[in-house]
């Protein structure tokens, strides 16, 4: 049974920072990409980050220059560093890993930015 644990979410103002992270525990074993998506109110939930077991790292266009992915290998551990946070990067945070080819989802924690 895999289970990723979300923590680092809240209320920031615009401009601030904010960090995320997402540990894997169960059968973890070969945790490959692991991943931030994002889901705002009446919207598709679209993908923020990704990053290889490698580290290898991907970024939508709108969050670039400003988060940053990392990962912990021996942790199962991946990270989201939000700086310079817009009131549009308000949503619920998800994190996503495949693990053995199967992807997982975390719960989701929110992230507010205030005007």
């Known amino acids: 049974q895999v289970r990723l644990v979300e923590s680092g979410g809240g209320l920031v103002q615009a401009g601030g920072s904010l960090g995320l992270s997402c540990a894997a525990s169960g059968s973890t074993f070969s945790v490959n990409d692991m991943a931030w998506y994002r889901q705002a109110p009446g919207k598709q939930r679209e993908l923020v980050a990704a990053i290889s077991s490698s580290g290898s790292t991907t970024y939508a266009a709108s969050v670039k220059a400003r988060f940053t992915i990392s990962r912990d290998n021996p942790k199962n551990t991946v990270y989201l560093q939000m700086n310079s946070l817009k009131p549009e990067d308000t949503a619920v945070y998800y994190c996503?890993?495949?693990?053995?080819?199967?992807?997982?989802w975390g719960q989701g924690t929110q992230v507010t930015v205030s005007s």
């Open positions: 996503h890993a495949v693990i053995r080819s199967m992807g997982y």
